[in-house]
């Protein structure tokens, strides 16, 4: 049971562009997501995070959007840079249970920004 | 400040062996939780463990263990090693291991022949 979903496997977008990566969820427990981008043989790399009660954070380049009626959350990267280049997940947890430590992750995209 | 700290970067073991692999967390981050990432499953969940207690733990076999010290270093262990425990294994530090920001180390990949 995949509880948290990227559905777009790759994702492929111009220098200077947008990049919007998408995630969605089934499990309404969740209430804390996080973002993280992975190059090969590497831990990923914390971006970004937002709690389920707001609908947006952003941090330079990146903001999330959280959509809980919905149970989606989207990345978007402006401007994208080649440096982007990478795989990127996103992660949830109840933060109000006993879900100690545990990030589900979903299957991650492989995003390419192309100079 | 100091990132995560795993040991060894890169392991191979035979099938049958035992591995112990390390992780320092960033200092005054007392969650350590453990994940596996293959590429047919992506990333699971092991363990985590705070405050030398282990809080919680994912679908894997009893062979898979671990401990965290009172400086929050923690080890896993991984007894009877089978093919398919081949993977990268990571671990990532938090404060509390609840609604915080969890930083990775860089991995251990550990193939067994």
């Known amino acids: 049971d995949q509880q948290v979903k990227q559905n777009s496997p790759s994702l492929s977008v111009q220098e200077g562009r947008i990049s919007i990566l998408n995630c969605d969820y089934t499990?309404?427990?969740?209430?804390?997501f996080l973002w993280y981008k992975k190059y090969p043989a590497e831990g990923p790399t914390f971006l970004i995070s937002?709690?389920?009660?707001?609908d947006k954070n952003e941090d330079g380049r990146f903001t999330v959007f959280l959509n809980k009626s919905a149970k989606h959350l989207s990345l978007h990267i402006v401007p994208s840079q080649p440096g982007d280049s990478a795989v990127y997940f996103c992660?949830?947890?109840?933060?109000?249970?006993?879900?100690?430590?545990?990030?589900?992750f979903g299957q991650g995209t492989i995003l390419t920004v192309h100079p | 400040k100091a990132g995560v700290t795993q040991t060894p970067r890169y392991l191979i073991k035979t099938r049958g062996q035992q591995v112990t692999l390390s992780c320092s967390p960033i200092?005054?981050?007392?969650?350590v939780s453990w994940y596996q990432q293959t590429p047919g499953q992506g990333l699971q969940f092991l363990f985590e463990?705070?405050?030398?207690?282990?809080?919680n733990k994912g679908n894997f076999p009893g062979r898979f263990s671990g401990r965290q010290f009172s400086n929050s270093r923690s080890e896993m262990n991984v007894s009877t090693l089978e093919l398919g425990d081949s993977a990268l294994y990571l671990c990532?530090?938090?404060?509390?291991?609840?609604?915080?920001?969890?930083?990775f180390g860089q991995g251990t990949r550990l193939t067994v022949v």
């Open positions: 990532a530090s938090s404060l509390t291991g609840v609604n915080t920001e969890a930083f």
């Open positions: 499990n309404s427990m969740f209430d804390y």
């Open positions: 937002i709690s389920s009660i707001k």
């Open positions: 992660a949830a947890i109840n933060a109000g249970g006993t879900s100690y430590g545990k990030l589900t």
């Open positions: 200092s005054g981050h007392r969650s």
């Open positions: 463990y705070f405050s030398e207690t282990q809080r």
